[in-house]
């Protein structure tokens, strides 16, 4: 038996029941929202730190691109990052006819060394690093471990002793001196080593092995392709040392037309102090001297890239 509620005249109908509750509001989530922040000021950071050490590493370059532009005058009164006049023709015909071209004689010798050495040198240096990682013989790790110790020594604590050694064999102040050291890199023989362990999958010498190759056509035909990038990144590392080396070349040599140029812009720059004509002359020749370097990096960078089998498995 069902009731009715009797509502008095005039008052409203009662609102019917919900039939479903309201959707909550999605909840903030704070933790993401802070993630997202210290993501973008890490990038910050670290995008500022990089623009920060780039400016830092541009700028002396940046000077001496606007300096090898001015004369005398406008090297010591103006100001040092401002174009006043244009003079580096003039000062480019100044170098090249100082001392009736030396300095060109100079240019071509550290070609000669940093180019043929750092090519003997680094191939030397694939060669040894390969022997270490893919052969075993008696005294390999000991051997290995006086090489490491190679890396250790900087080069400027064994300029005396090879002059010694130089000198008793009759050496000294000949391309020889210069030459045969630099074609010596622990540690390209290091990196090599590191590289033949990454690069040169065992499988794939034995399958050449297997097909009848010997351990020379091995190497050159397999290995050597595969080890490409670090016989690359061997020789630009050994170039800018040998394009830069200073402290050997003038304990080993005393005739100016066996000079690099380091050392003969040097020898110019301590010409300087009585004969201030000659700072155009260094600060132009430094310019100069760093376009080897450039090409050599721009020109070789793309075989960094190299996958790990080009050019030897197809």
């Known amino acids: 038996m069902s009731t009715t509620v009797q509502q008095p005249d005039g008052a409203a109908p009662p609102a019917p029941a919900p039939t479903h509750t309201p959707a909550a509001k999605p909840a903030r989530r704070p933790r993401a929202k802070g993630r997202a922040t210290e993501a973008l000021m890490g990038k910050v950071a ?61 240019y071509l010798n550290s070609l000669l060394y940093a180019g043929v050495g750092a090519g003997l040198g680094s191939f030397i240096s694939v060669l040894a690093g390969y022997a270490f990682d893919k052969f075993d013989f008696p005294g390999k790790e000991k051997l290995f471990g006086g090489v490491l110790l190679g890396v250790l020594v900087p080069t400027t604590a064994v300029a005396l002793p ?11 102040n000949t391309f020889w001196a210069v030459f045969i050291p630099v074609i010596v890199n622990p540690f390209g023989v290091y990196l090599a080593r590191v590289f033949s362990a990454g690069y040169v999958p065992g499988e794939v010498l034995e399958a050449a092995r297997m097909d009848g190759a010997g351990e020379i056509r091995t190497f050159f035909g397999v290995a050597m392709p595969m080890m490409m990038p670090g016989f690359v990144t061997i020789f630009l590392f050994q170039f800018t040392a040998i394009w830069n080396n200073f402290f050997l070349p003038l304990v080993m040599l005393s005739d100016q037309k066996l000079y690099p140029v380091s050392l003969g812009l040097y020898s110019w720059n301590t010409n300087a102090h009585a004969f201030p004509e ?37």
């Open 162 to 172: 090879l002059y010694l050694l130089a000198s008793k064999v009759g050496l000294v």
């Open 278 to 314: 000659f700072y155009p002359l260094v600060i132009t020749g430094s310019l100069m001297a760093v376009v080897p370097l450039v090409v050599a990096f721009v020109s070789l960078q793309r075989h960094w890239r190299s996958g790990l089998s080009a050019g030897s498995v197809k």
């Open 46 to 106: 670290v995008n500022g730190a990089l623009v920060l050490v780039t400016l830092y590493m541009m700028l002396p370059l940046a000077w001496l691109l606007i300096a090898a532009t001015k004369d005398m005058g406008g090297l010591f009164g103006g100001d040092g990052f401002a174009f006043e006049g244009f003079h580096f023709t003039e000062n480019v015909k100044a170098v090249s006819t100082e001392g009736d071209g030396i300095y060109w004689h100079w």
